[in-house]
């Protein structure tokens, strides 16, 4: 089956500092990854929807100049957090859709754990 | 705006018996329904789906059930074994869109 592999599985840092987080599809191609976050207790949130070669779409509130994300690849896309804040701290998640496939096939990384200190 | 819910944050259920989580939804153009479960420090991993032509989809232990006019949907899980406690998010989709809508999820806890 499809496997999303989303590197690092938790990271702590400091305040100020930037940090990225990678999702791959390892063995489908994805035009589309999206990125979520969630906080405790809470549900997934989507952050925002990366295509292949192109910028990103946003979420409202989300603010796209904090959480950039690149899809320069049909199997990797990041997200980096820059200038994190301890408000950061949350699991993000990301999902990837398989080109060409099932209209409905997302399959989940393993999610990061952030921390920021 | 939450446009899917789950209105149960926790559920305990004594192995062997049956297990129903619930979940309600706003939007009627939504036509896709999945369950995903997820335990801590993971992604979220698909379970079983539904169409909204159908009102029922079954998968071993596990089937779920849709009631369009009631905007309803429910997963059994019958019988239920201590392996199925985590958290259970049901998410729904609509055609031409990419995302999916996830609810806040249910805490399943099968007490052996």
């Known amino acids: 089956g499809a496997v999303v592999s989303q590197h690092p599985s938790w990271v702590i840092c400091k305040s100020g500092t930037s940090v990225k987080i990678e999702c791959r599809s390892l063995?489908?191609?994805?035009?589309?990854m999206f990125w979520y976050r969630q906080f405790p207790k809470q549900s997934l949130m989507l952050m925002a929807t990366?295509?292949?070669?192109?910028?990103?779409?946003?979420e409202q509130g989300v603010e796209k100049d904090k959480f950039l994300i690149n899809h320069a690849s049909l199997t990797l896309s990041t997200l980096t957090v820059t200038s994190a804040h301890p408000e950061d701290s949350s699991f993000y998640i990301c999902?990837?859709?398989?080109?060409?496939?099932?209209?409905?096939?997302?399959?989940f990384g393993s999610g990061t754990r952030l921390t920021v200190v | 705006d939450q446009q899917v819910k789950q209105n149960s944050p926790s559920l305990s259920v004594q192995e062997g018996r049956i297990s129903i989580l619930n979940c309600d939804y706003t939007?009627?153009?939504?036509?896709?329904f999945l369950w995903y479960k997820k335990y801590p420090a993971e992604g979220p991993t698909f379970l079983i789906s539904?169409?909204?032509?159908?009102d029922k989809n079954e998968d071993g232990r596990f089937t779920v059930f849709l009631n369009k006019s009631a905007k309803h949907l429910s997963l059994h899980i019958v019988p239920s074994q201590p392996g199925d406690s985590a958290v259970y998010f049901c998410?729904?989709?609509?055609?031409?869109?990419?995302?999916?809508?996830f609810g806040t999820g249910t805490r399943l806890t099968v007490i052996p």
């Open positions: 998410a729904a989709s609509m055609s031409g869109a990419n995302n999916l809508f």
């Open positions: 990366s295509n292949e070669g192109s910028k990103a779409t946003y």
């Open positions: 939007n009627s153009m939504f036509d896709y």
């Open positions: 999902s990837a859709r398989e080109a060409g496939g099932r209209v409905y096939g997302y399959t």
């Open positions: 539904i169409s909204s032509i159908k």
């Open positions: 063995d489908f191609q994805a035009t589309t």
